[in-house]
Antibody
Framework: EVQLVESGGGLVQPGGSLRLSCAAS????????MSWVRQAPGKGLEWVAN????????NYVDSVKGRFTISRDNAKNSLFLQMNSLRAEDTAVYYC??????????????WGQGTLVTVSS | DIQMTQSPSSLSASVGDRVTITCRTS??????LNWYQQKPGKAPKLLIY???SLQSGVPSRFSGSGSGTDFTLTISSLQPEDFATYYC?????????FGQGTKLEIK
């Protein structure tokens, strides 16, 4: 059974940092692109970043470029999101997600339960 | 970035109704379009990928169509468990943007 379990969320002051982790199990982690998607309270979904199987390619939404870094440790089946210079607008539930390619089209087929990040003084 | 416009933003319907949600993209994305369902307090669930392919385990009352810039998600006969929020997402290019969501409520 595929499982994605996020951790590391919490309350942080504006300008602070947090590192989110995602523990993956039930599949060959090193064979999949992985993503982070966030959802501000009462709002819609926002794609944040993704990373290739070997970590050699990373993509970010403009609003987090230069502040967030996605990384992975395939030996430990883990995905990470280092978040620096946090702002109030980064407050959200952050989901770890597995990406797939079906018929040559990318999609996200498994999601974690999410971890809440609150940026507030 | 590719902009996504979903409509309507909310919809009231009854069990047994046929419902259609539309998604329009700011540029052509071929069939790089996915649909997700999200219930309150839960993670999203993939329903449709590549515009019209049904994800494994998803009931056949869900269907998707479209190509280029205009896409639709259709639920042929609403069931009580279908009342949720639906999102489209493009995977043609990063950032893989989502639509703003359509909240489907019971009439």
């Amino acid at each position: 059974e595929v499982q994605l379990v996020e951790s590391g969320g919490g309350l942080v002051q504006p300008g602070g940092s947090l590192r989110l982790s995602c523990a993956a199990s039930g599949f060959t982690f090193s064979s999949y692109w992985m993503s982070w998607v966030r959802q501000a309270p009462g709002k819609g979904l926002e794609w944040v970043a993704n990373i290739k199987q070997d970590g050699g390619e990373k993509n970010y939404v403009d609003s987090v470029k230069g502040r967030f870094t996605i990384s992975r440790d395939n030996a430990k089946n883990s995905l990470f999101l280092q978040m620096n210079s946090l702002r109030a607008e980064d407050t959200a539930v952050y989901y770890c997600a597995r990406d797939i390619a079906r018929n040559g089209v990318g999609a996200t087929d498994y999601w974690g339960q999410g971890t809440l990040v609150t940026v507030s003084s | 970035d590719i902009q996504m416009t979903q409509s309507p933003s909310s919809l009231s319907a009854s069990v047994g109704d046929r419902v259609t949600i539309t998604c329009r993209t700011s540029q052509s994305i071929s069939n790089y379009l996915n649909w997700y369902q999200q219930k309150p307090g839960k993670a999203p669930k993939l329903l449709i990928y590549a515009a019209s392919s049904l994800q494994s385990g998803v009931p056949s009352r869900f269907s998707g169509s479209g190509s280029g810039t205009d896409f639709t998600l259709t639920i042929s006969s609403l069931q009580p468990e279908d009342f949720a929020t639906y999102y489209c997402q493009q995977s043609h290019s990063t950032p893989n943007t989502f639509g703003q969501g359509t909240k489907l409520e019971i009439k």
